[in-house]
């Protein structure tokens, strides 16, 4: 049973290009979270997305960055204009149902801005 | 908001000791669910242990077991008999349980070294 995907593990992107980071859930869960983790720090909540549907957005940053899970296809966590305050790994979770507590991690994608 | 504090940036024990990380966080809820992660260097986020705060028994797995202090707002992490692979950052994490509520509140992580 395949985990949590993520793709890709490494991106480099240089300053003002965008950035476009996929997650794929466990087979049969429909719920997806973002977490940013910026260099010796904890996680950072950012999204939690259902199906067609933004459920929490309270940890996005207002600005360049937006989030998607369509009825078909990965989540897909967009970042317009990068800056070099945008490097970073961004670890993507997915859980079963709304309400059940675990979430089980992707590898994450590493970003890093030049 | 939730917070979560790590107070021991970093840790070093030898192999086959046991040691203890330190988590507090401070939460007006009543019922809540409270993680430790690991992290190795392959930055997997790995689920080592979870407990659920209406119950008051410690949480246990294999080597890994909590100490739950409901009042005093204190969840450390006990890791017993320890081996080269505990090497990692450690996460204690907090969430709250309702419905689209979801999220995790991470701390920020202890540094645990095992060395030979």
């Known amino acids: 049973n395949a985990g949590v995907m993520q793709n890709p593990r490494h991106l480099v992107r240089r300053r003002g290009q965008e950035a476009r980071l996929r997650c794929s859930p466990m087979?049969?869960?429909?719920?997806v979270y973002w977490y940013r983790q910026l260099p010796e720090e904890g996680l950072k909540f950012m999204v939690y997305?259902?199906?067609?549907?933004?459920?929490?957005e309270s940890g996005m940053p207002k600005e360049r960055f937006s989030a998607e899970f369509p009825k078909e296809g990965p989540s897909i966590l967009r970042i317009q204009q990068v800056v070099r305050g945008d490097s970073a790994a961004y670890f993507c979770?997915?859980?079963?149902?709304?309400?059940?507590?675990?979430?089980?991690f992707g590898p994450g994608t590493r970003l890093t801005v030049l | 908001a939730q917070t979560v504090t790590q107070s021991q940036p970093e840790m070093s024990v030898q192999e086959a000791e046991t040691v203890t990380l330190s988590c507090t966080y401070d939460?007006?809820?009543?019922?809540?669910?409270l993680f430790w992660y690991k992290q190795p260097p392959s930055r997997q986020m790995i689920l080592v242990i979870r407990?659920?705060?209406?119950?008051?028994q410690n949480a246990t797995e294999n080597r890994f077991s909590v100490n739950f202090q409901k009042a005093a707002k204190s969840f450390s992490l006990k890791i017993s008999d320890s081996q080269l692979g505990d090497t990692a950052m450690y996460f204690c994490?907090?969430?709250?349980?309702?419905?689209?509520?979801?999220?995790?509140?991470f701390g920020q992580g202890t540094r645990l070294t095992i060395n030979p």
């Open positions: 997305l259902q199906k067609e549907n933004i459920i929490d």
């Open positions: 994490a907090f969430m709250k349980p309702y419905q689209g509520a979801q999220k995790l509140v």
């Open positions: 939460t007006s809820e009543s019922n809540y669910y």
């Open positions: 979770a997915s859980s079963q149902r709304d309400g059940y507590n675990e979430q089980f």
């Open positions: 407990q659920e705060a209406y119950k008051q």
């Open positions: 087979k049969g869960h429909s719920h």
